[in-house]
Structures are given as structure tokens and as C-alpha cells.
């Protein structure tokens, strides 16, 4: 049997990976699928495909496009969800800031550098008009670290996915003053290239595995309830999520590949374009 490691973040998005293993679905194929899930987010699991410390990501878009960029020795070989990715913008419950505009020139708390949370406040400057090169970062790691970072005053706001901070916004500890959707499709499915030309096959199941369960995924039974329970949310904040959510089972397109990367560049987060060609898409 053969042994892939796939990583992802800790969120709904990613049930259908977690369902799979569960049902078998994987092993039946003769495939031992070992999940890790990664709080930290984008820029750990970038970190894991350099290191080979996981075969696939699930991950962020632009997070993948900039670290293929700047080297990392993977490739993108599907989009995993096609909708884009809200995200809230988040103070502290008590915090005098009411608007994003407040927000100019404060310390935003990031998961780490090149993470999912650094771009987009990134893009959120930018949207704003601010100037990006006054953008004052503080590094958190993890969920658990931005409650303490605004809560302690270590850091103004943060940006998050908003229906995964929606119980801290519930809970009375995060104020969300505004959203910011990214403009592509939010996950990807990236495999180290190394992966892919000693095991194409068995990627080839995996894929096809998780796109048949990514299809079904909204006529499951009482899939909002479960999705509630697993991740402490509201069921009507799943029903919302569910309606906005969309899967993919589709390569990614190079016009899509070649806006990420533009935006990229015209916000400075990258210098280099990488070239795309029919395996990474």
C-alpha cells in the first residue's frame, strides 16, 4: 500500500479529505492516506512542500503561485475550490476601531511571512489606497496567537476566513469591521514535483478520489449539522457558507494562473514570474 502525505488547513473546507480517510475511500484504492492538519497555514505548508515534510498541499491560491515563484520545486495540479476566499478583518471586541479606514498605518498580526494572512492584508492596502511599504506586521502562528495579539494591544487587526472566526466574533473577543474576498479561486491542490513523476498514478487516484466526494459533497445528508458540530459553528453560519462555497474538479487555467500571478507583481509581493505550463495547470 502505498503512503502519501497530504496537509491542509484545520477548516471545513477540507471535510471532504477528512470524510474519505474515514469511509476508506483512499484505502480501498490501495492508498494509505496520512492527513495533517496545519494551523499555522499557507506559509508552513510551503515550508512542508520545500522540506518534503508532505507530498500535497491544500492550500492557498496565491500562496502557492508566489512560493512556485520564489522556487519551491511543486506544481498545481487542480483547483480545489473555486469560489473565493472572505476574508473577515478582525479587531479587538474593545478596541476603539470602527472602520477599515481606521486601520491605515496600524500593526496587522499575520500567521507568518508569506502566509495567506500577510498577502491579503496586503491586497486589502491596496484596495484601500494605502501605501503597502508601511505595512506593520506582526507574526502570530496561529488563530489561538491573534486572539492574544489584539487582545493584548501586540496588534491592531488581522485578517482570517470569516466564517472560522465567526465564534471568536460571536464569542465577544473579535470585532469584524469589514470583508475582503480574494478575486480568484481560493484552494489549490499542489504536489511536489518529485511526487508526481515517481507516483502520477497514484495522484491520479487521489484526485479522482476526492472530486467524486467534492461533487457529492452538498447532498450529503445533513452534511450542515456535521460540518457545525466538527468545526463549533452555527448551523444558519453553514447554511451561509455552504451557498457561497463551491468545489472544484478542474485544472487550473493559465488566464487565472497569469492574473494571480499580475496581482501578485503589482503588489510587490513577487518580482520573478514563474512559467505556466500544462503540468502545473
Not at 480517510?21 to 490501495?30: A, G, H, L, Q
Not at 466574533?169 to 469591521?177: Q, Y
Not at 487565472?256 to 505556466?276: A, G, S
Amino acid at each position: 500500500m502505498k503512503t502519501i502525505k497530504i496537509a491542509g488547513v484545520p477548516e471545513h473546507f477540507n471535510l471532504p479529505w477528512h470524510l474519505c480517510i474515514e469511509n476508506e475511500s483512499f484505502k480501498n484504492k490501495d492508498i494509505n492516506v496520512e492527513w495533517n492538519d496545519v494551523p499555522e497555514g499557507t506559509g508552513r505548508l510551503c515550508q512542508m512542500l520545500r522540506t518534503g515534510e508532505t507530498d500535497i498541499a491544500v492550500i492557498l491560491t496565491e500562496g502557492i503561485i508566489k512560493d512556485i515563484a520564489a522556487g519551491n520545486n511543486s506544481k498545481i495540479v487542480q483547483v480545489y475550490v473555486q469560489s473565493p476566499l472572505i476574508w473577515g478583518i478582525h479587531v479587538a471586541a474593545n478596541s476603539n476601531y470602527q472602520s477599515i479606514s481606521e486601520l491605515k498605518n496600524r500593526k496587522v498580526a499575520i500567521s507568518r511571512y508569506g502566509s495567506g494572512s500577510q498577502l491579503m492584508a496586503i491586497v486589502n492596502a491596496k484596495n484601500q489606497g494605502w501605501n503597502t511599504d508601511n505595512l506593520d506586521f506582526e507574526v502570530i502562528n496561529t488563530l489561538d496567537g491573534a486572539v492574544t495579539a489584539l487582545t493584548n494591544g501586540t496588534a491592531d487587526y488581522f485578517m482570517w476566513e470569516r466564517f472560522m472566526t465567526k465564534p471568536i466574533v460571536d464569542a465577544g473577543i473579535f470585532r469584524r469591521v469589514g470583508n475582503c474576498p480574494t478575486p480568484w479561486p481560493c484552494f489549490v491542490i499542489a504536489v511536489r514535483n518529485e511526487v508526481l513523476e515517481k507516483d502520477s498514478e497514484v495522484i491520479g487516484t487521489i484526485l479522482a478520489t476526492i472530486n467524486k466526494a467534492t461533487r457529492e459533497f452538498k447532498n450529503i445528508p445533513n452534511i450542515a449539522n456535521t460540518l457545525a458540530k466538527r468545526y463549533n459553528q452555527k448551523p444558519k453560519d453553514i447554511q451561509e457558507w455552504l451557498t457561497l462555497t463551491e468545489w472544484s474538479q478542474s485544472k487550473l487555467d493559465k488566464n487565472t494562473f497569469e492574473t494571480v500571478q499580475n496581482q501578485l507583481v503589482d503588489l510587490n509581493i513577487i518580482t520573478q514570474k514563474t512559467i505556466f505550463d500544462t503540468a502545473t495547470g
